[in-house]
T-cell receptor
Framework: QKEVEQNSGPLSVPEGAIASLNCTYS??????FFWYRQYSGKSPELIMF????GDKEDGRFTAQLNKASQYVSLLIRDSQPSDSATYLC??????????FGTGTRLTVIP | EAGVAQSPRYKIIEKRQSVAFWCNPI?????LYWYQQILGQGPKLLIQ????????DSQLPKDRFSAERLKGVDSTLKIQPAKLEDSAVYLC?????????????????FGPGTRLTVL
């Protein structure tokens, strides 16, 4: 059974701080990794994807991948109250389907 | 570009009744997914179609759940009979699945979901 594990939180950070979200995955064959944001009562929306070891930056968001450690992270710089949501980490299976973690709930305090 | 459409948005039924959900993917997206998301958990894949063929249905409870994707476009997911533990949000997603990506996954785009309550 492929597993993706996340700290469920809640994680609270003050406005303007850096939020760090972490994820580990069990399947060494996973090639693609995704971070989705889910507001309460809404469906997941893509934040970033990463395929290669290292960092990938997009605006205030940076995804980090370490395949040797089977570890993925998402950094949110200059956190805003609108970033308050649940962040879902996902890794691909053999058919490029996604296995999701349980999500980390982030609260940004004004 | 229109997103993934789902209906109904909400459904309340009693246990042992049947229910069906409909999904229309983004135009041109070859792959369609149905997920079940129980409150407090991440989405769990139920079934994955590529065009009108099933790629993965290993986590679909086939004694009560069925799904089809006729003509490789829209899809229906049915539960019959429903149990209390089926209360969840049912999410449909689609992806383009371009050729030549070296096996890397394309982004999945999610519809608004159908919230099912089984009483």
């Amino acid at each position: 059974q492929k597993e993706v594990e996340q700290n469920s939180g809640p994680l609270s950070v003050p406005e303007g701080a850096i939020a760090s979200l972490n994820c580990t995955y069990s399947d060494r064959g996973s090639q693609s990794f995704f971070w989705y944001r889910q507001y309460s009562g809404k469906s997941p929306e893509l934040i970033m994807f990463i395929y290669s070891n290292g960092d990938k930056e997009d605006g205030r968001f940076t995804a980090q991948l370490n395949k040797a450690s089977q570890y993925v992270s998402l950094l949110i710089r200059d956190s805003q109250p609108s970033d308050s949501a649940t962040y879902l980490c996902a890794a691909t299976g053999s058919a490029n389907n996604l296995f999701f973690g349980t999500g980390t709930r982030l609260t940004v305090i004004p | 570009e229109a997103g993934v459409a789902q209906s109904p948005r909400y459904k309340i039924i009693e246990k042992r009744q049947s229910v069906a959900f409909w999904c229309n993917p983004i135009s041109g997206h070859a792959t369609l997914y149905w997920y079940q998301q129980i409150l407090g958990q991440g989405p769990k894949l139920l079934i994955q179609f590529q065009n009108n063929g099933v790629v993965d249905d290993s986590q679909l409870p086939k004694d009560r759940f069925s799904a089809e994707r006729l003509k490789g476009v829209d899809s229906t997911l049915k539960i019959q009979p429903a149990k209390l533990e089926d209360s969840a949000v049912y999410l449909c997603a689609s992806s383009l699945d371009r050729v030549g990506t070296g096996g890397l996954a394309d982004t999945q785009y999610f519809g608004p979901g159908t919230r099912l309550t089984v009483l």
